[in-house]
């Protein structure tokens, strides 16, 4: 049998990570270092492995309840190989270190056992629950594999060069940068989504370091009729951003 899709084979490496294509990732595990990866993204894997529910905290729950921010994991331990992926979403690996990095959790395919995960609240301007409110402050030493839609861009923050990114389409950021979350609109009304701008919550990042911003924004059409009543329609209901529907499956 002979086809063009012989010549998409396995990348052979010595690394931990490995990425297969810009989609689809390689993890070698040594039955030493487990890997906690996103529930459902193993796709494939060789060896001796078993996938286990990580166990989260009743702090862990709490926070998750509270504000719809955490991480729904699978332990991946054994000797072998496993290949993940979501949604044929574009892949990148990025080495975390004492700086610490912060994350919307729903951007997380990946990453090292080692690494210590916690909620944190993003500052508002005007005290508002809404996108980008709650993130991940993730530390420790080790690699986190985050996932885009669409190739994105990497913006390096500076002492004299600071960044205002869309709330909806920042990705992560180093922990070191100071944030504060305001809303983009010249209505004197914050409430009505969106403004007259079409732009809606944005995050200022200043201080030394980098934000990572994706060519997407995993919002509903505008003037789109979401959920029930006015906290689903500004982001805060359970079809809000960070509610159960995501990755643009709007009803």
Known sequence: MQS??????????????????????????????????????MVAYQGLMEFDGEYQSQGQRRARARTGEGLDLMRCSGQGTVYLANLAQYVHVVDVDHDGMTVDSAYVLALDSSLHAE????????????TGKYQLNISGTGKVALMTSGQPLMMQVTPDK?????????????????????????????????????????????GQGFALVQPSEVLPPQNAQIGQGARAQYGMGAQGAHGQNQNNAWN
């Open 4 to 41: 063009p899709l012989f010549n998409h084979t396995e990348q052979q490496s010595q690394d931990r990570y490995t990425m297969q294509n810009p989609q689809l990732l390689r993890v070698s595990l040594t039955g030493r270092d487990d890997v906690l990866a996103r529930k459902g993204a």
């Open 119 to 130: 909620v944190i609240a993003v500052d508002s301007q005007y005290g508002i629950s809404g």
């Open 162 to 206: 600071y960044v205002n990114v869309d709330a909806d389409a920042i990705v992560a950021w180093s922990s070191s940068l100071r944030v504060q979350m305001q809303a983009q609109t010249h209505s004197s009304g914050v409430w009505r989504r969106r403004g007259n701008t079409g732009e809606g919550w944005e995050l200022s990042f200043l």
